[in-house]
């Protein structure tokens, strides 16, 4: 069975910056993707960055490129969203999300498997 463990997220100014992380439980592939996707109140989900873990794939959606750099760890079986020059429009709950092989780093926001979000908010 398959979990995912987030940590990080919270409140931040402006300009701030937070790290989320999260943690994969029960994959045992050689590649798979994982990443992050947030939706905010009223609005549709949005990918926001992922990797093929064990490649350098990685996809950033353009209102995060520049600001948002997703890594991994692959002896943890997990990645990290660093995020700097967070914005009010950043504002969101963030999930993790896991997919097994074949996988996209592109389409993190229909990944299969997902943990239970973490807030992040940005205030102005």
């Known amino acids: 069975q398959v979990q995912l463990m987030e940590t990080g997220g919270g409140s931040v100014q402006a300009g701030g910056s937070l790290t989320l992380s999260c943690a994969n439980s029960?994959?045992?592939?050689?590649?798979?993707?994982m990443g992050w996707f947030r939706q905010a109140p009223g609005k549709g989900r949005e990918g926001v960055a992922g990797?093929?873990?064990?490649?350098?794939?990685?996809y950033y959606a353009d209102s995060v490129k520049g600001r948002f750099t997703i890594s991994q760890d692959r002896v943890k079986n997990a990645v990290y969203l660093q995020m700097n020059n967070l914005k009010p429009e950043d504002t969101a709950m963030y999930y993790c999300?896991?997919?097994?092989?074949?996988?996209?780093?592109?389409?993190?926001?229909?990944?299969?498997?997902r943990g239970q979000g973490t807030q992040v908010t940005v205030s102005s």
């Open positions: 999300a896991a997919a097994p092989p074949p996988c996209f780093a592109q389409y993190v926001h229909d990944y299969r498997d």
């Open positions: 990797t093929v873990v064990g490649s350098d794939s990685t």
């Open positions: 029960g994959y045992t592939y050689r590649h798979y993707c």
